[in-house]
Every structure is written in C-alpha cells, then in structure tokens.
C-alpha cells in the first residue's frame, strides 16, 4: 500500500514538473497535462484521502487543477502553466473572475466550474460564436481552438487555421514563410495596416514595441511573494489607461524579448474614425512611457518599462480622417458607456 502511494506521490510531482515551463507548451505536455492533471490525477489525490490511513489522507489534499497557459516576464519563480483550486466547498463567493465551460456555461471562477464537475474552455463570458471549435492562430504563434481562447489569453487573431508558419520579424526580413497563408481582406477600406513582429498578415491597428527592465520585473516578484508576472497581468493593467470603449488592448512577447502591445478596434469592420481613435490611444501609452508619466509608472510592474516605439495604421482617403473635433466628439459621447472589463 505504502508502495503505490509512493508512486503516485511521484507521478504527481512528474506531472506538476512537466507543466512548468518559461513560455509555450508542445502540444504533448498540453495534452499530457491537459487529461492527467486535470482528470487522472485529481481522481487518485480524491481517492488517496478517502483511505483510512489519516497520514495519508495529509498528504493528499483534493485539489483539482485545470491547464492555464502564462508567458512570464519575471524569471525569480517557475511559470507554472496550470492553476489547482482546493475543496469545492471552500469557493470564495466574492470571488468574480468569470470562466466558460464546454457546454457554453458560464461560471464565477474556476473554482466554481470544477464545483459543477465541468471543463474550462476558456478565461471570460461564454460567447455564442465561439460555441464550435475553429482554429486560429494567434500573433504568438499559438494555435487556439477558438478567437475567443485568443483573446482569454490578450492574443489577436493573425489568421484563421493552425499555426504553421512564422512571419517576419523585422520589416526588412522576407516574408515567404507565410506564402502559404490565407490572410483576410483588411477590415477598414482605406487602412494602410501594419504586421506585427512574427505575424504573417496585416493588421488595422496600433503597435508599441516596449523595452523593459528584467531585473525590476524580478525586483518586483520577489516583493510580491515570488508571485510570477505575466504578459497578460500587464496587458490587463494597460487596458485601463485605454478610455476609448471601441478599442482593447492584445499583446505578446516578441522572439527578441519585447513586449508587442497592439490597441485594436473591437468591431469586425471598424470605421476609420474607430482606427484613428484607437491610434490616439496608442500614440497616449506611448508618450506616458517615454516620459515615464508618475500615472503610469504607479501601477508596479508597469514602471519596468524603459522605452516605446509606436507604429500606427493610417488612412489613405483624406475625406476618412476624422477631424480633431470629430474625434473629440467619439471619445465624449463614448465616455458615459466606459466599462472596464
């Protein structure tokens, strides 16, 4: 007895090891932890503390864990690429961080659907598009089941299907690896877009290439109990300085080490008067970290920032760019509808 409890002490610790890592997960270790973490394992650990043996039971709390991908920016602690709650019963009531299950079911928090016995989909509402699988790749070079998986994880779409090429990464670079690559229409007439570091298609959008600071980024992980801090944690704390509801923020880490921020239009075809605002916004971000404005820099991990560098779609029709006035009047009458999400 004492035997097989010491091998599945060892293979749970194989599999806690195996969902560790700096930054992307191979497609075995997700499935791998995706069916043994998050099934397997949980049923010998629920098992386990039903033995007699209150020793044992000890040393085999029920948890459950579900796979949650992370690209860490401080390097102090591992980048565990999965998240375990504890005993159903002890959900936090006050805790609101919605998630979507398989079913298309919403729930308050991960702790709250492995309550109801349920699979995560993805981190956010429920979205009615995303009910069947279509895959799209990510500007991460991540292959997601669906937009909505993306955009759980701050991503935007670079185009529909698997992942299997990587783009350019610099402007001067060739870009044949994409030839294959079917990438959609530019979603506003007019749009003279950009492409992202390592993405294949264009994009109607605004980008800052951020430097940051590793040492602080550590610095500020070891305060914070070698809490790991994530690319999706800052893009979060970004969205706030973002006052233009039409527009969000996406990101990723670049393969030379910058963190890619885009400000987007949310809608499928915005308007030129959308594209423009969104660039205000950009061009906004981007003089705070120049300037290292106190507004910016108060927000902790936020103040590793050393530099920016903008890149801005623009419009090619005179009569599709908006006059100051004009944007001024979108960013008044969008301001009683701003909602922080």
């Known amino acids: ?35 043994e973490i998050n099934t397997a394992l949980p049923s010998s650990i629920i098992s386990s503390s039903k033995r007699s043996n209150p020793a044992t039971a000890t040393l085999y709390p029920i ?21 375990c709650v504890g005993r159903p019963g002890a959900c936090d009531k006050n805790v609101f961080e919605p998630v979507c299950d398989t079913d298309g079911q919403v729930h308050s928090s991960v702790c709250h659907l492995q309550q109801a016995g ?6 956010g509402q429920c979205q009615e598009a ?13 292959t997601y089941d669906t937009v909505c998986h993306a955009f759980s994880d701050r991503v935007a779409v670079d185009y529909k299907g698997p992942c299997n090429a990587v783009g350019h990464v610099s402007g001067m670079a060739p870009d044949s690896a994409c030839s294959l690559v079917s990438c959609p229409a530019v979603s506003t007439p007019g749009c003279h877009p ?14 800052l290439q951020i430097i940051w600071n590793q040492k602080q980024m550590n610095t500020f992980s070891k305060l914070n109990k070698n809490q790991f801090v994530t690319v999706r944690d800052v893009l979060q704390i ?57 507004t910016l820099v108060s927000h902790v991990p936020l103040s590793a920032f050393l530099s920016s560098e903008i890149r801005t779609s623009s419009i090619h029709s005179k009569s599709s760019v ?20």
């Not at 610790?13 to 270790?29: N, R, Y």
């Not at 970004?238 to 910058?258: A, E, H, K, M, T």
């Not at 075809?269 to 003089?287: R, Y």
């Not at 908006?322 to 999400?341: D, E, I, K, M």
Request: with cysteine.
């Open 1 to 35: 007895m004492l035997r097989k409890d010491r091998r599945r002490k060892q293979r749970q610790k194989e599999l806690c090891e195996a969902a560790k890592g700096s930054g992307s997960l191979t497609s075995w270790i997700k499935k791998r932890v995706q069916s």
């Open 238 to 294: 970004l969205r706030l300085y973002v006052s233009v509801p039409q527009c969000d923020v996406f990101g990723y880490l670049s393969i030379n080490n910058q963190l890619v921020v885009l400000i987007a239009p949310v809608d499928h075809h915005p308007t030129p008067l959308q594209v423009e605002a969104c660039s205000k916004e950009a061009e906004k971000i981007d003089a705070l970290i120049n300037y290292a404005s106190p």
């Open 118 to 123: 349920k699979t995560l989909a993805y981190q």
């Open 130 to 142: 995303c009910r069947k699988p279509q895959q799209v790749c990510g500007h991460n070079g991540e």
């Open 63 to 83: 948890i459950r864990c579900v796979l949650k991908r992370r690209v860490c920016l401080s390097s102090l602690s591992d980048c565990q690429q999965y998240e």
């Open 194 to 207: 950009i492409t992202p570091p390592g993405a294949c298609c264009p994009i109607c959008a605004s980008m």
């Open 322 to 341: 908006p006059s100051p006035p004009l944007l001024l009047a979108l960013l008044v009458a969008a301001a009683p509808g701003l909602l922080l999400l």
